[in-house]
């Protein structure tokens, strides 16, 4: 049985204060001063930085799903802490980016019986998210892009997460690709000249310094709800994931608590790219597809996909024996941007054919409302268009567009949003739901304007 907070006997009481207090948006259940205090706590703690960028799901082989598995497996932890707040944890609500939270770490830890607790503290404006809900419910005139905007946007957003890997993320050395995992864990990066000049700029008065101060702060919060599981499980080892942009300034304030030992991926034998991939299933190469073929920064830009990482995960899902519709629907759009139509629109007529039930895809980071079989119909569409048969396209779409038409989306109102609570609960799938349907009615809009075209294929 999975554990989280709310859900689990281990310690209910001081846990279940943690919720209430992420309801209220107070503090977490002790102050930082309390909670290191006069009441030592003892235990080994092993923070686990991850990467919140959908690419990076796709350096497989310096960064993957089977290398957290890995690191999971050399420290064995008897409890686990994740970058989630509580209360948000007990829904089982994760962010798009902490991907590796609800499809890496909890099936881990469900299957060896280990808790997990979420242990993140976020001050969230409640007055933006009201603006955010009020824009839904007028969204304003139809103001949908030219295939070459759309391009153009997609470039923008591979640039904006190029950036996010690029910078201090490298060691001094640049041998970064190959062991990015083990060296954003190792402990070395802690003090990297570029890390530490970060974190020196807390006194300063700009954007930045502002921002090095409420990360540290978010830390300290977070630093608190870890001194609780301590308390409530002595002696414990306490695995902790979450971004690694926290890892050196947690590691350094939690060195400094007596009674506690902080160890790092260093110290256990090293992980190389066998044990990576021994860790590695179907169900990780089905999503790294997703990221490279249907992610915000590919789906109008698919000059940059990264073919050989596509071929390599189909190649593992045909060695695992997987045929789904699913992998026949990401084969075909492979295919596509390879220049290959005819064995696409062979995958996608087959998927279309098939009279089974439909598995229900997302599209970027959106929750999924369309089914692999309309999704092929959407897929036929670009391919018909690539062969100038436009009309026989524009029906494809139109199918698509009548299917989404019938879904009626949620429609926020006030009473979705009373309070934080709301927003990490019901408001925030009604949100995501919202924006899931305009993403696509945005793409079907462009589609339908202008044939999609060959400009677009590598």
């Known amino acids: 049985m999975l554990h ?25 259940v002790l102050s930082g001063q309390e909670a290191r205090g006069t009441d030592r706590v003892r235990g080994t703690v092993f923070v686990l930085g991850t990467v919140h960028a959908p690419r990076g799901l796709l350096l497989d082989s310096a960064y993957s799903a089977g290398h957290i598995r890995a690191a999971l497996d050399r420290f064995k932890p008897t409890v686990l802490g994740v970058e989630a707040t509580p209360l948000a944890h007990a829904w089982g609500l994760y962010q798009y980016a902490t991907w590796e939270i609800e499809h890496v770490v909890l099936p881990w830890a469900s299957r060896r019986r280990v808790p997990v607790y979420g242990i993140d503290w976020q001050d969230l404006d409640e007055s933006g998210l009201r603006r955010n809900l009020a824009a839904l419910r007028n969204p304003g005139p139809d103001r949908t892009a030219t295939l070459a905007g759309k391009e153009q946007e997609a470039k923008g957003v591979a640039r904006i997460v190029t950036q996010s890997l690029a910078g201090d993320f490298a060691d001094p050395e ?4 190959h062991e990015w995992f083990v060296w954003i ?54 695995a902790i ?85 699913l992998a026949r629907y990401y084969e075909a759009r492979l295919r596509v941007i390879e220049g290959r139509l005819d064995e696409a629109e062979t995958h996608l007529r087959v998927i279309i054919d098939r009279s089974v039930a439909d598995e229900f895809v997302p599209i970027g980071p ?8 309309h999704l092929a119909f959407l897929e036929l569409g670009k391919v018909l268009d690539l062969r100038g048969r436009r009309d026989s396209a524009l029906a494809n779409y139109r199918r698509v567009a009548a299917v ?26 009604t949100v995501t739901r919202i924006n899931a349907h305009q993403v696509l009615r945005d793409l079907l809009a462009t589609l339908l304007r202008e044939p999609w075209s060959a400009a677009t294929r590598q």
């Open 4 to 28: 989280r907070f709310g859900r689990t006997g281990c310690g209910y009481s001081a846990i279940a204060s943690l919720a209430v207090a992420a309801l209220s948006g107070a503090p977490a």
């Open 174 to 177: 640049h041998r970064h690709w």
């Open 185 to 238: 864990n190792s402990g070395d990066r802690n003090n990297a000249p570029p890390v530490v000049q970060w974190w020196q700029q807390a006194s300063a008065n700009t954007d930045q310094s502002r921002a090095v101060r409420a990360l540290s702060t978010r830390n300290d919060r977070i630093l608190d709800q870890i001194l609780v599981l301590l308390r409530q499980n002595p002696g414990a080892r306490v």
């Open 241 to 325: 994931l979450l971004g690694f942009s926290h890892k050196p300034d947690l590691d350094r304030k939690l060195a400094g608590i007596e009674g506690l030992t902080v160890v790092q991926l260093g110290r256990f034998p090293p992980i190389t790219a066998a044990d990576a991939r021994r860790r590695t299933l179907p169900e990780d190469a089905l999503r790294i597809l997703r990221e490279a073929l249907d992610g915000n920064a590919y789906y109008f830009n698919p000059a940059e996909v990264d073919l050989p990482l596509a071929r390599r995960q189909l190649a593992l899902l045909a060695s695992h024996g997987v045929g789904s519709d």
């Open 366 to 373: 959106w929750p999924p409302i369309l089914s692999v079989r």
């Open 404 to 429: 989404l038409d019938s879904i009626r989306p949620p429609v926020p109102d006030d009473s979705v949003f009373v309070n934080r609570s709301d927003w990490l609960t019901g408001a925030r799938r």
